[in-house]
Nanobody, 119 residues
Framework: QVQLQESGPGLVKPSHTLSLTCTVS??????????WSWIRQPPGKGLEWIGY???????HYSPSLKSRTSISRDTSKNQFALQLRSVTPEDTTVYYC???????????WGQGTQVTVSS
């Protein structure tokens, strides 16, 4: 059974960097041809894809967030991480990590973690 678990601070100050980690069990993040994404859901809005890191370590980001986003991985720990720089209160929401395969739907999700941007 594949499981994903987000972790990281629940409170971040404005202009600081939001850092989250997704720990994966039951599957390797280097297995072809899986993609490991970060997704968020702003209040009252639909899901917003932030970006992914793929099985080879390649990354791809949402154009609207690309300038502030970095996704990396630690294969020894089977984890991948999100950094979102220069956060504002508009970045307050629940953040999810999820797995997909190519153009397919997401088949496994983390439970989500609430991040609040506030001084």
């Amino acid at each position: 059974q594949v499981q994903l678990q987000e972790s990281g601070p629940g409170l971040v100050k404005p202009s600081h960097t939001l850092s989250l980690t997704c720990t994966v069990s039951g599957a390797s993040i280097t297995t072809k041809y899986y993609y490991w994404s970060w997704i968020r859901q702003p209040p009252g809005k639909g899901l917003e894809w932030i970006g992914y890191i793929d099985y080879s370590g390649g990354t791809h980001y949402s154009p609207s967030l690309k300038s502030r986003t970095s996704i990396s991985r630690d294969t020894s720990k089977n984890q991948f991480a999100l950094q979102l720089r220069s956060v504002t209160p508009e970045d307050t929401t629940v953040y999810y990590c999820a797995r997909s395969s190519g153009g397919s739907r997401y088949d496994y999700w983390g439970q989500g973690t609430q991040v609040t941007v506030s001084s």
